[in-house]
């Protein structure tokens, strides 16, 4: 496939960007930029919904009302992200309720050993590690201690998006996915330190590639073009060899063993 090469207009747009060009809402984007932007912003919608509807039943599921409670929280914390981003998506005059009405955002794969890689299973937006079920509690911690860590170093680069409205938008679910983080980590501990220890270490070995694979393959070219607008900060590979290092001390600590990784090991799309 040919590389695109960029308009003068485009090229123009990056130098503006980089010397600290920002946009308002209701401004008229930049048709790379919009087309960019609304990739972004889509992609998030469609995780954080389906997520929490993959999370809703383990608030009856959890070990303890207090764990009830809590999960219940991050259920209601990750629909208020999607609500947050599902008004952006308006604002830009997307159909986002048009869009959940006709798709499928709760499926789950029935297959709990499934690795499907980079394919995609159904016609949404949602980065695919939001297509596999949560059927052990010590997935929904494992979901917490790597995909929600994952997702706050991602969403730390938006803390200095160039569009505004996703940069003030992204202040609040920013804290709280580092609390969903936080209640990862502590539980980690916990099962590392139990009887479960070695069924904890076989889900991880299941999911490590699982949320490896939301960083992409190394050789697409869409991350140098974020960064290039000011939508992201760091390309995937940076945050994901940043990312890697703190699991790895992390699960050092816990005396877990992290599973290799390797991208061509994995089903392409």
Request: with cysteine; aromatic share 12%; net charge negative.
């Amino acid at each position: 496939m040919a590389v695109r090469e960029y308009t003068e207009e485009e090229l123009q747009l990056f130098e503006e960007i980089k010397n600290g060009r920002t946009f308002e809402k209701d401004e008229e984007l930049p048709p790379l930029y919009k087309k960019a932007l609304k990739n972004l912003l889509w992609m998030q919608h469609d995780s954080e919904y389906s997520g929490s509807l993959g999370y809703a039943p383990w608030i009856d599921k959890a070990p303890t009302m207090q764990e009830k409670v809590i999960v219940a929280q991050i259920v209601k914390d990750e629909m208020r992200h999607a609500s947050v981003i599902y008004k952006l998506l308006e604002g830009l005059g997307e159909n986002v309720l048009g869009h959940i009405e006709k798709s499928d955002l709760a499926f789950k794969s029935e297959e709990d050993e499934a690795n499907i890689g980079f394919k995609r299973l159904k016609e949404d937006y949602r980065v695919n590690i939001f297509y596999y079920g949560i059927n052990y509690w010590e997935d929904f911690i494992l979901f917490n201690f790597l995909m929600d860590r994952a997702a706050g170093h991602q969403l730390e680069d938006t803390l200095e998006s160039t569009y505004l409205p996703w940069k003030k938008g992204i202040e609040g679910i920013y804290k709280e996915e580092i609390m969903h983080m936080a209640h990862g980590d502590k539980w980690i501990k916990i099962l590392a330190n139990g009887d479960k220890k070695e069924f904890l270490q076989e889900r991880l070995n299941l999911w490590w590639p699982r949320v490896m694979n939301i960083f992409g393959s190394t050789k697409g070219r869409s991350n140098d073009l974020y960064v290039n607008l000011g939508l992201k900060k760091r390309t995937n590979a940076v945050v994901r060899d940043v990312f890697v290092k703190e699991i790895q001390e992390m699960c050092d600590e816990a005396g877990l063993i992290l599973p290799e990784y390797r991208e061509e090991d994995q089903p392409q799309r």
